[in-house]
């Protein structure tokens, strides 16, 4: 189930991006607060927190406190993310494209070698090096990184979605 719900939201916030809204919410499992954690550390949200069903006030976000997590509340609980637009370019979204690698029957893993390549922008088949911009997300034995982040730590894992201006 934990691969299912990255894939939708990785079409849900290229959706919400398109729309041009700045406040979304995911599901709260572990794999979205892992991929939207790094997203949020590469700089392509705004911020992230968890709660209700009714949005936090944007106003007071760097303030806001999520009520205490329960037994009878975690089915209800979502992740609020904040998506982020260049103040130029007409507001063009900073995430203008983010696909799924992993999908649910087709899990894809990458080692070091091949990290280092994409990383460098060449080829590893069958993905393409990643261009000015872009970042790659994987989910590895050290939690969920960039794919510099993996690098730096040495440790190769599942592609779980690429994201770009």
């Known amino acids: 189930m934990g691969i299912s719900n990255v894939v939708n939201m990785c079409s849900h916030l290229q959706n919400a991006s398109r729309a041009r809204l700045g406040l979304t919410s995911v599901p709260h499992t572990k794999y979205n607060l892992g991929?939207?954690?790094?997203?949020?550390?590469?700089?392509?949200?705004?911020?992230?927190t968890r709660g209700g069903t009714h949005p936090p006030d944007p106003a007071s976000i760097g303030t806001f406190e999520p009520e205490p997590l329960t037994t009878a509340n975690v089915a209800k609980q979502r992740l609020w993310l904040g998506?982020?637009?260049?103040?130029?370019?007409?507001?063009?979204?900073?995430?203008?494209?983010?696909?799924?690698?992993?999908?649910?029957k087709r899990p894809?893993?990458?080692?070091?070698?091949?990290?280092?390549?994409?990383?460098r922008g060449l080829d590893a088949h069958p993905h393409r090096g990643l261009n000015l911009g872009e970042c790659l997300i994987l989910t590895t034995s050290g939690g969920t990184l960039e794919i510099r982040e993996a690098i730096e730590r040495k440790l190769g894992g599942l592609l779980l979605c690429r994201v770009g201006p």
Do not use: C, Q, W
């Open 35 to 48: 991929v939207a954690l790094a997203l949020h550390r590469a700089g392509f949200l705004s911020f992230v």
């Open 83 to 104: 998506l982020k637009y260049n103040a130029g370019d007409g507001g063009s979204p900073v995430m203008g494209r983010i696909t799924s690698i992993t999908t649910p």
């Open 108 to 119: 894809v893993t990458a080692k070091l070698k091949e990290l280092e390549r994409l990383a």
